[in-house]
């Protein structure tokens, strides 16, 4: 088959995959070899649905023995299979690389004779790059469930990120819509390389020279509204993933429907729109101190989808409005909607020169047609605000043309990644 | 209000601004513009000297490190009309050191800091951005029209990532060219430039690429608007993926 084709079926095997961040390592390149990492990441192209390219993301074979629902590559399906050997892949990487396509490979695949024999190839091409091409580019791989530790251990040593796909949000779904996987298989190997990456920092702690387990982290990836989960079950699953089993990023995944089958729900677009609001919602578990709880309650289990979340926390607690930007702590600020991580840096940083005032706020870059209802400067409103939430409501929703109507996706900035 | 000239290059501000600082007018009430050789202009002229305009940069250095990277992406941006801006910018980061970029409520800092960070953002884009092309000789070559002038640190970039291979980069808005020899860097301009002929694998490389482009993307989910406004149109002239559309 010609390696034109190979790339065809692979690379639109692969398209399903969410990540495709490069951030979060940094490697020197070495005088003889190919290539660095950037710690913030860069993006080298936009594909058509507007996605970041920054991975040669690729399939290194799509024959699959497993059959699961949702999936594109099922054994059912009759598509065109293809296998890349582990030199082409390798080749592929370096002419990309070099003509600065790519920050590197991410390199998954389906699982055709076993688990091993799957897992033992990818590690080969990602040893092959390390090794023999002294390539100091990034590298992710993506870690077959079932396959040994000493496997997973390889990929760590080689690999910048590795990824265990938790699929599916729930133990039961994944049961229905993926029998031949199991949950086990899916965390074990999560567990070891929470482990090893622990073991590998104080190690380095030590030693500049111990080797670097998946230095830039490890990440998960789960398909949205193929199952019935909540988002407040999602939230809690991810929140439990980011602090039990330190897990660097986890990615969620609208449900493209590929298939017909009588397990999966008919739906006429790929939720968008939620998976925009649950990455939200992830980045304020991540970086705002909020819990899954105050974001949703088992009386409202799913995400507004008319506003972000922190706009709707606040909507819902008025008594803790408005805040005074020339007083109030990184933490409060940070709850005010319209003001990031950035935004509330620059606050404090202004404030020691002289007081903000609302004029300064839009300097700073505070998305002020959100925060103006929730803070006071200098103890003054930005007009006089109708507190009600009814009706603050209804304000945010006419005031905000941008906010929403279109679903947006959220693109994956490599800042925080 | 104290009216001062300079002669247009960036050489020529840094060092009429260390003219004024030195001079102790207040900053706040000083004006700086390019001297537009008019009959009646006013204000008094000051000459570049870039021994001078080196001890200043110096100074800042060690008063705010940051602050001189801000300065340095500033005049990336090629900008005019905001010397007075970066007068007042300059006087404040040697009163307040490097915490200056945080007074942004300033009008003068925010102004500067605005278009560092455009030119910043650029710088970053292009990395990702610049496509090189294998050229018969086994050399590489990449073409740009970037709105700032970004090659001196964009060829730093890739003197550490692509160390292994000879390569240009090309800037064809300013006819300027960056060329790294496999050990040292060194920058030049060319009066005249015409593409030389591609290696016989070039083309078939580039087909690779587009077909992973073409297959990447979901179809479901299709957002030229998203993609557009992440990769503005301006670039597509020099990017492989976008030729023929």
Known sequence: MELQEKITILSGAARYDASCASSGSSREGSACGVGNTSQGGICHSWSDDGRCISLLKILLSNDCRYDCAYCVNRSSNPVPRASFTAREVVDLTMEFYRRNYIEGLFLSSAVNVSPDHTMEEMVRVAEILRNEERFGGYIHLKIIPGSSDELVRRAGLAADRISVN???????????????????????????????????????????????????????????????????????????????????????????PVNEDNRLPVLSAPPLLREHRLYQADWLLRFYGFSPEEILSDDAPNLDESFDPKTAWALRHPEFFPVEINRADYATLLRVPGIGVVSAKRIIAARRFAPVTHEGMKKIGVVMKRAKYFITCSGRPFDKIDQQPARLRQRLLLGDGSEQKQPRQLVLPGLFA | ???????????????????????????????????????????????????????????????????????????????SELETSLLRYIALAFEHGDRVNGYLTHPDVK??????????????????????????????????????????????????????????????????????????LSFGNLEQFSRPKLSPEERVVQQHWQTFFKTIAIPERKNPRLQQSNMPAKYWKYLTEKQGE
């Not at chain 1, 729930?170 to 819509?177: D, F, G, N, T, Y």
């Not at chain 1, 920092?201 to 193929?226: C, N």
């Open chain 2, 1 to 79: 209000m104290n009216k001062y000239l300079y002669d247009g290059t960036p050489e020529g501000l840094v060092s009429a601004i260390g003219a004024i600082l030195e001079s102790g007018d207040d900053p706040e009430k000083t004006v700086l513009g390019i001297r537009q050789d008019t009959l009646f202009e006013e204000g008094l002229f000051l000459r570049t000297d870039s021994a001078f305009a080196e001890a200043l940069f110096g100074r800042l250095r060690q008063r705010a490190p940051d602050a001189v990277q801000t300065l340095w992406y500033f005049t990336m941006a090629e900008t």
């Open chain 1, 166 to 256: 938790i699929e599916l949000p729930s133990h039961e779904s994944l049961q229905r819509l993926a029998p031949q996987k199991k949950k086990e298989a899916i965390l074990a190997p999560m567990k070891l390389i929470g482990t090893e990456a622990g073991v590998s920092l104080v190690e380095r702690r030590k030693s500049r020279k111990a080797p670097r387990f998946a230095p830039a982290g490890q990440s998960t990836q789960m398909i949205i509204g193929a199952s019935p989960e909540t988002d407040l079950q999602i939230l809690q699953l991810s929140q439990g993933l980011y602090r039990k089993m330190n897990l660097k990023r986890v990615y969620y995944s609208a449900f493209v």
């Open chain 2, 111 to 184: 102004a500067v800091v605005a278009i560092a960070r455009k030119a910043g953002r650029e710088l970053h884009r292009m990395k990702g951005l610049l496509r090189f092309e294998q050229l018969r000789d086994g050399s590489w070559l990449a073409r740009m029209e970037p709105d700032h002038n970004v090659i001196q640190p964009l060829a730093r970039h890739f003197s550490r990532r692509l160390r292994a291979q000879e390569w240009f980069i090309y800037d064809a808005r300013r006819h300027s060219a960056a060329h790294w020899n496999g050990h040292a």
